[in-house]
């Protein structure tokens, strides 16, 4: 998820701001996904069980 899909949802769908968020936060919760990477600008998750050291959200 990126900065650009959370306002292009906004300014397209009218979706609420931190639409984003949510979503990545459901899917976290599922357990079936996890945090490759998160910065201020982008989050990449990962399907499946966490790899390698160091993965947030893994083990």
Known sequence: MTGTQ???GQLRSGLPAGWTD???DTL???GGYHVVTRSAEVT???RGPARGR???GGS
């Open 6 to 8: 959370e306002k292009a």
């Open 22 to 24: 949510r979503i990545v």
């Open 28 to 30: 976290l919760h599922t």
């Open 44 to 46: 990449v998750l990962r």
């Open 54 to 56: 160091g993965a947030e």
